[in-house]
């Protein structure tokens, strides 16, 4: 069986590394706008609302996944705007966008596109951990859960 502490460091390094990118983006909205833009995979109608809408997602999934509320939801939609990182990141590099900096912690940390496809995988590794073996170990959700099937007493 694995280890619950295993579980427990995937939910920090990978909520962790959300909050992270998420603070650091939201002061720069209009930069990070500019930044998925030149992906050119978005609708110019929609590069507005994802770039303002994502740093802030980025926040809430983190913290759901450090207190360990919802965790198997909270891995899946990881995994699934991970895996839309990535699959960005190398239709970028096949069309032969000059983009070599991503956006993904903003411009406070400026990561080379090599460098960030690396980080999806290892941070995809980190959510399926989470996804196949939860781990109760000082997750919120669960205490809460069985806090809530205890019986009243009068």
Known sequence: MIHPYLTLAAR????????FAGVLKLPYLSTFRWEVGQYDILPSVLEKPYAYALPGFEVFLGAFLVLGLFMRISALVSILLIVSFTIAKIIALARGLDISVCGCFGPAVPLLAPYSLALDFVLLALAFQILFHRGEFLA?????????????EE
């Open 12 to 19: 920090i390094g990978l909520g962790g590394t959300f909050i």
């Open 140 to 152: 919120l959700g669960s205490w809460m859960y069985r806090r809530a099937a205890e019986p009243e």
